[in-house]
């Protein structure tokens, strides 16, 4: 069956430290891959997007994904963090008319 | 810059009572979705609409729930009766489609229900 995992439940990380949350994905074929981000009570926002090509994008806020075929994974990362980057992640993969989320990552920053 | 349409922003309602959400999608979109996002989780697909028309409605518990997009633009998701278990937030989300694929789905604020 196709899903999305987020290992990783809750991260902490210091202000001004790197960050990366992993992704995982199991499709048949490679999917159309993307990070959201959700703040509390707020709808999703839209942080990057692979398609194809080269398999290091980026996004807004200063993030950046990598894609990897090998890994099946598709991880977020971003150099220095900063207090309001503090809310949940969602990974999600689109294969033909069938779109799926992680469970996602909330992200505590510690000033 | 154009956005998706969520009304209301918060709903409480006992159980057994019926309830309904309203999403405007931006403009010239032609899919609209409609996901549940328990607590924790992450959203998972209810409907799906191209146009007028249901493209995925597999996993709406269509005994309780209905959905429409009577005229292809603004849709309505329907809950009777509620329960408690529909306690969540509902999110809708629109994209302009290409050979099955979203490649971008913008949301909505949500709306927030609360099930007592």
């Known amino acids: 069956a196709q899903s999305v995992t987020q290992p990783d439940i809750h991260i902490t990380v210091s202000e001004g430290a790197s960050l990366e949350l992993r992704c995982n994905y199991s499709?048949?074929?490679?999917?159309?891959l993307f990070w959201y981000v959700q703040s509390p009570g707020q709808g999703l926002q839209l942080l990057l997007k692979?398609?194809?090509?080269?398999?290091l994008v980026q996004g807004i806020k200063g993030f950046e994904a990598e894609f990897k075929r090998s890994q099946s994974s598709f991880n977020l990362r971003k150099p220095s963090v900063h207090w309001s980057d503090a809310a949940e992640y969602f990974c999600?993969?689109?294969?033909?008319?069938?779109?799926?989320f992680g469970a996602g990552t909330r992200l505590t920053v510690k000033p | 810059e154009a956005e998706v349409a969520q009304s209301p922003r918060y709903k409480i309602t006992e159980k057994s009572q019926a309830v309904a959400f309203w999403c405007d999608p931006i403009?010239?979109?032609?899919?609209l979705y409609w996901y549940r996002q328990i607590l924790g989780q992450g959203p998972e697909l209810l409907v799906q609409?191209?146009?007028?028309?249901?493209?995925?409605d597999s996993q709406l518990p269509k005994d309780r729930f209905s959905a429409e997009r009577l005229k292809g633009v603004d849709s309505t998701l329907k809950i009777q009766p509620a329960e408690l278990g529909d306690s969540a937030m509902y999110l809708c989300?629109?994209?302009?489609?290409?050979?099955?694929?979203?490649?971008?789905?913008?949301f909505g604020p949500g709306t927030r229900l609360t099930v007592t």
């Open positions: 989300a629109s994209s302009i489609p290409s050979g099955g694929y979203s490649y971008e789905q913008y």
């Open positions: 499709y048949g074929a490679t999917p159309y």
């Open positions: 692979y398609f194809s090509g080269d398999t």
């Open positions: 999600a993969a689109e294969g033909e008319n069938d779109m799926r």
């Open positions: 403009s010239g979109h032609a899919t």
């Open positions: 609409f191209q146009d007028e028309s249901v493209v995925d």
